[in-house]
């Protein structure tokens, strides 16, 4: 990823070291939106989890070894790191690095979709793919490619958190207010396609626009994450609903 690529990564950092230098949006052709980054990035996730309670009890089953998948700013990993060894990654150079500086032991730059040959098999008993990035797989079958791979750097008891937004509690009302949508004739399967910009004042002053890859994501009820499961090693557990977003949790069998 080049550096003028790495939008969000660069906000993050600039939020990091100080604080944002401009405004940061996500965008789908003319619709625009806050990319929020201090509230999704930045947010102290032990307080987050003692105003969840149902939340708090999904990640409770999470244990050491721990993989944080696509971490970002190293929010979740900064918070478990004090409670048993966790290894985060993500595939933002500039997201890696706020995450160093906020004090996060072991993180690297990896692609998601290379894990499976990223890390010995059998190496994590638990793992946190946070943000709805499961569903940058693009399609049910690469959402079961994906989990196959995180199967395999996964012991045979492991404990799995992913979360989606359901397309069967998104009516007319709440596409029109739920940026980046794209209905599917399927049921329970819809998209969601925007990139980031971060329109930012560098050190001499002047302005720069830099603009992310675009991002699509398949979005998922919790049937079709069972559909997805299907000839992998995981199954849904337990799913906790909040609105139309939700948390499953996934066991090995």
């Known amino acids: ?25 996500h965008r789908d052709g003319g619709e625009t939106w806050p990319a929020f980054v201090e509230e ?11 105003a969840h309670d149902e939340e708090r009890a999904l990640h409770e089953s999470l244990s050491g070894p721990l993989l944080d998948v696509g971490c970002g700013a190293g929010g979740h990993s900064a918070y478990y790191q004090e409670r ?32 499976g040959d990223a890390f010995p098999r059998g190496r994590f008993s638990s793992a946190l793919v946070n943000g709805t990035q499961l569903g940058l797989a693009g399609s049910l079958p690469g959402v079961s490619a994906f989990l196959a791979d995180l199967a395999r750097v996964t012991t045979d008891d492991a404990v799995a958190l992913v ?19 794209r209905p599917d004739p399927r ?4 998209r969601r396609t925007f990139h980031v910009e971060y329109h930012r004042e560098t050190e001499s002053a002047s302005r720069e626009r830099l603009v992310g890859p675009t991002l699509s994501f ?3 009820s919790p049937a079709r994450l069972r559909d997805a499961c299907v000839g992998t090693p995981w199954r849904v557990a337990d799913v906790v609903r909040r609105e139309v977003y939700y948390t499953a949790k996934l066991v090995r069998e």
């Open 187 to 190: 049921e329970g399967v819809c």
């Open 84 to 115: 048993f060894e966790t290894v985060a990654f993500d595939v933002s150079p500039n997201a890696v690095r706020a995450a160093r500086e906020r004090g996060v032991e072991d993180v690297r730059v990896l692609d998601m979709f290379e894990v």
């Open 218 to 220: 398949v979005l998922f």
């Open 163 to 181: 979360d989606s937004y359901d397309p069967t509690h998104i009516d007319g009302e709440t596409a029109a207010e739920f940026g980046g949508y």
């Open 40 to 50: 999704n990035y930045f947010g102290d996730h032990g307080s987050w989890l003692a």
């Open 1 to 25: 990823m080049q550096s003028d690529e790495d939008a969000l990564g660069t906000a993050m950092l600039d939020f990091q070291r100080g604080g944002l230098r401009g405004d940061a949006i």
